[in-house]
């Protein structure tokens, strides 16, 4: 599980008190997200140290992994600092997000995070969804040859995951499964309502939708290479 905050942003690093209550209530591989802040992913010097300080604390707290993606000015990897935090993390797994999908070549950027000793990639294959760019997915996965993982994520819903499944071959999926949640509050300034975002509704992680996910993918990966 990738855990993450700001969902909106497109996820910046939970508090200290959300990962540790999702350390002590789940037993499956916990993920939190290294990322600061939302917008790029270059990064100043007194950010990667916040990076380095989130990691440490993840580590203390029984983590399996953490999640990062750090880019240079001119759209490539920046490796040096990507193998840093690798190896700041061990014996912690490191996933490299979808940063790689801002990247200017993604072959060259593949190359970079293998180097730099992540052991997956995140990656919508440079389309607006997974789906959009499953050809280029599916080509990374025949690029990375078993030296690292190529997960397709953004926009995997169940409905879609079975084709998705056929024309990547990737064997993880990532996705915010979300579903619309409505307030349990009985009062709602009106004014407040009609001024700001509202707060009557918003969408979350929807466990029967992940339950769908998993089970259409399994079976559509079954049918079309065999085995589980």
Known sequence: ??????????????????????????????????????GDFLYEDHEFEVMMRDIAFCKKAGCDGVVIGLLTPCGDVDVSRTRLLVEYAWPMGVTFHRAFDRCRDPSAALEDVISAGAERILTSGQGLTARDGAGVIARLVEKAAGRIGIMAGSGVRASGIAELVTQTACTEYHSRAQGPVKSKMTYHNPLVEALGPSETTWEQTDPREVAEILQRAEKAWQEAFGGS
Do not use: K, V
């Not at 990962?19 to 209530?25: F, V, Y």
């Open 1 to 38: 599980m990738e855990l993450c905050d700001n969902l909106h942003d497109g996820g910046t690093t939970p508090s200290y008190g959300a990962i540790m209550q999702a350390r002590e209530n789940i037993s499956i591989q916990l993920y939190p997200i290294i990322r600061p802040r939302g």
